[in-house]
T-cell receptor, first 114, second 111 residues
């Protein structure tokens, strides 16, 4: 099993350009998430999808859109990139077991907006 | 939203030393998790604690959940350079289907 995969691994954009970050999981999890991580900080939730066909805003949704394409895939789109969106983006999926949510993370996409 | 405060933010120690990092909140958790993130990678789950007062051991790592389920600690004995990384605590909101993460403790263990 590959777990959670993300593409691309690195990306450089100019201000105003758009792009889509792709994420897929092969663990048959219902829930998927997009986080951003800035230097020296933890993870901030951008959007999440509790199940196929649903999406909800997290802490920092402004400037982003998401699509839950099917159970496996959850994409994050930046319509008009800004330097403040320079960050490392992590996708995750989760399972609910023994009363807790366990999250499995992808390797991240390192995005620089010039 | 449950706010998780981790301390210290940064910790730099010599190989062989012991250390403890903390995760605190004013809220009661149903469960709490510790993740470790190595440079250039995504976080990986270390442990989940669910019962107040619970202690779990993972080799040289000891995790404790407070009796009131509002705080947790991670103790590392005889730290090694391979322990270097960012340690994150997380509390899950199972009703909402999402987790809140602390800002993490960045640990550097020097040889």
């Amino acid at each position: 099993n590959a777990g959670v995969t993300q593409t691309p691994k690195f990306q450089v954009l100019k201000t105003g350009q758009s792009m889509t970050l792709q994420c897929a999981q092969d663990m048959n999890h219902n829930s998927m998430y997009w986080y951003r991580q800035d230097p020296g900080m933890g993870l901030r939730l951008i959007y999440y999808s509790a199940s196929e066909g649903t999406t909800d805003k997290g802490e920092v949704p402004n400037g982003y859109n998401v699509s839950r394409l099917n159970k496996r895939e959850f994409s994050l789109r930046l319509e008009s990139a800004a330097p403040s969106q320079t960050s490392v983006y992590f996708c995750a999926s989760s399972e609910f077991a023994s009363g807790s949510l366990t999250q499995y993370f992808g390797p991240g996409t390192r995005l620089t907006v010039l | 939203t449950q706010l998780l405060e981790q301390s210290p933010q940064f910790l730099s120690i010599q190989e062989g030393e012991n250390l403890t990092v903390y995760c605190n909140s004013s809220s009661v958790f149903s469960s709490l998790q510790w993740y470790r993130q190595e440079p250039g990678e995504g976080p990986v789950l270390l442990v989940t604690v669910v019962t107040g007062g619970e202690v779990k051991k993972l080799k040289r790592l000891t995790f404790q959940f407070g009796d009131a389920r509002k705080d947790s600690s991670l103790h590392i004995t005889a730290a090694q350079p391979g322990d270097t990384g960012l340690y994150l605590c997380a509390a899950g909101d199972t009703n909402a289907g999402k987790s809140t993460f602390g800002d993490g403790t960045t640990l550097t263990v020097k040889p």
